[in-house]
């Protein structure tokens, strides 16, 4: 499966913008479907945003739709979540989650099957 480590989360005044990166080891990153989840306290892990494994296709969470974009380089291994007019119902533990599948279908949440350790997003009002 891998290992994911994610990177680039902080504190940002509601309104901002941050990029999440999550950087993947293993061979199998190439052709797995990857995605974003995120966990605010005392509320369960939910989806965010999910990227085929080629991607040409991206799926969101319509909490986020139109704000955040999903999108990664193969080369580099690396999935990225651009998150922009930040809200403080945003704030949350964020997570990066591989998969056992290469698809995503448009509207639709992922299941992940493996996790990065987590990068906290504070966004202040």
């Known amino acids: 499966q891998g290992q994911l480590v994610e990177s680039g989360g902080g504190l940002v005044q509601s309104g901002g913008s941050l990029r999440l990166s999550c950087a993947a080891s293993g061979s199998a990153f190439s052709y797995r479907a990857m995605g974003w989840f995120r966990q605010a306290p005392g509320k369960e892990r939910e989806f965010v945003a999910a990227i085929s494994w080629n991607g040409l296709t991206t799926t969101y969470a319509p909490s986020v739709n139109g704000r955040f974009t999903i999108s990664r380089v193969q080369d580099r291994n690396t999935v990225y979540l651009q998150m922009t007019s930040l809200k403080s119902e945003d704030t949350a533990a964020y997570y990066c989650?591989?998969?056992?599948?290469?698809?995503?279908?448009?509207?639709?949440?992922?299941?992940?099957?493996?996790w990065g350790q987590g990068t906290q997003v504070t966004v202040s009002s």
């Open positions: 989650a591989g998969t056992s599948g290469a698809s995503v279908v448009p509207g639709r949440p992922i299941r992940g099957d493996y």
